[in-house]
Every structure is written in structure tokens, then in C-alpha cells.
């Protein structure tokens, strides 16, 4: 393991940051087919291009590490997440470079203050098509899946794909306009690692997806806070597709003709709706229960 220091305009404290390596250090390190670099400082401002992604935050970062860690094209953290970092890496550590930065430094690759202390960059993820999560949902045993009409919100849906993540849904569909985009990179963080433990598809005409995986026997359920059937109450069929739609807007009238079921979360009237990531929370819950 190669560890490499970013470099210093101000000589940060010494908790902060280790030494640079010295010019013989530098002859010493492993020809560039035995390491993985750390961005360099000639690059630390340019966006990552469209195959290549970048994650920061801790949880989402060690995620990536954990789950794909061939997928790892560089690395850099803070000097109190090295032991982290390796640990997620395993076996996967030999040859690969750290970049061990200072806070400022941190935030400058991830473009974000909630870096919490690391950030990396990795081949752009695989998303699955809508014919793949298809067989993913039927298969097998009957499994789950959450879709997103027009939710783009990057706190909102990072906190839908954690909750997801969190009661074992498999897989999420996010239905967009084209080119498709990636996932924001402030969505990674915020679903604290519960990206790398979904399936992830994407559309970009989410009604006629859904409307295919009717066909192969998937329900498809709809969020609406004014829908008679109440959520908590109703009994779910598998396979199933859970669909939140736009905070305002709610579902698109092509979708919500796709759903078999509208339902809704009961409150006491005092407030008209909930936040789409916390009704997202309750309802795959419901969904998602043990049969």
C-alpha cells in the first residue's frame, strides 16, 4: 500500500496531515500499472467525464470501496480515514495510492463542505435496463422496487435509496428525461451507502416501463396524500413497484394510469403532506414487510 500526500500551500497542523514525500521518496513509487493515483492538483477542479463518477462522503465513499472496489480510480481522504479506507478495500488495497489531504483540500475534489473527509472517483455504475430489472422483479422469488417520477430533489431521493437500502428493496428505477443523467453526487452521500446495495435502472418514459413490467405480472403502486386506500392498511402483492412522485406535482397522469392501486399515508390533517422522502420511508416499509 502507497500512500501519497496532497500537496501543501499551508502547512496544515500536524493532526491534520503527514509529510509530503520527499523528491527520493517520489523515484521510489510504483510504475503507474502497479498504483491507482489520487486526483492531482492540476485536475482537482475538472468535473469527472461521463464514465467516470465521484463519490464523497464517508459511508457513500466506503460503500463504493466495499462493493466495487475494482471500479476504483483514485482515492483521497483525510489522514484519520486511512485505517477506514483500507479496511473497506481488503484485499483490493495492494497498489492502490491514497491521497492523504487536509479539509480544504478534500473540499476542492468533492466540490461540497459535507465531505466528511474523503472522496473518490470510479467508473460510472452499470444501471441495469428497464428489460433487466424486468427479470430482476420475476425471475426469482417475487422481489421490490422503488420508482421516482420527477423527484429530483438530491436530498429527497438520497434519503428514499437509504431507506430502500435500509428495509431491502432491490432494486430503483428513476425515471428521467434525456440524455440520462447520473445519480447527483450529493444523493450518493446523503443515502449513506444504500446506492451500492440497489439494482439501479432508469427510463426515460417511466409510464411505458411500468406498463411492460405490468404485463409480466408486477403491481404497481402509487403515493397520493388524498388517495382513498390507506397505505398502512393494504395488502401488497409481489412482485411490486413503489412510485413516489413529483413533492408538488405529485404522480404524472401517464404514470398514475399505470398504477393498479393509489394509496395513501393517514395523518391528522394538521399538515397536508409529508416530505417525499419520509412517505417513501413508511410506505416500503409497509410494502417491503416480511410475508
Known sequence: ?????????????????????S?????????????RDAPSADRRR?????DVERVHGFRAGLAVLSARPEDVLRIACTSELVADVERALGPHAEGVSIGVLADREIEKLARSSQHEGLVLEA?????????ELGELL????????????????????????????????????????????GLDPNAIRVAEGGVERLVTARTTDLADT???????????Y???GHADAD?????YARPAVLVMGNEREGLGPRVRAQCDAILAIRGSGHVESLNVGVAAGILIAALARPR
Open 123 to 131: 467508473r460510472a455504475r452499470r444501471w441495469a435496463t428497464p428489460q
Open 231 to 235: 397505505a398502512l392498511g393494504f395488502d
Open 222 to 224: 402509487g403515493a397520493d
Open 23 to 35: 523528491a527520493d521518496q517520489t523515484r521510489d513509487a510504483p510504475s503507474a500499472d502497479r498504483r
Open 138 to 181: 420475476t425471475a426469482g422469488p417475487p422481489r421490490v422496487a422503488i420508482a421516482l417520477d420527477r423527484v429530483r430533489n438530491s436530498y429527497n431521493v438520497g434519503a428514499v435509496l437509504r431507506s430502500a437500502a435500509f428495509f431491502g428493496v432491490d432494486a430503483a428505477l428513476l425515471g428521467a428525461p434525456a440524455p440520462h443523467p
Open 46 to 50: 475538472d468535473a469527472p467525464s461521463a
Open 1 to 21: 500500500m502507497r500512500r501519497r500526500e496532497g500537496p501543501r500551500r499551508d502547512a496544515p497542523s500536524a493532526d491534520r496531515t503527514r509529510d509530503a514525500p
Open 210 to 220: 411500468l406498463a411492460r413490467l405490468r404485463s409480466r405480472g408486477v403491481k404497481v
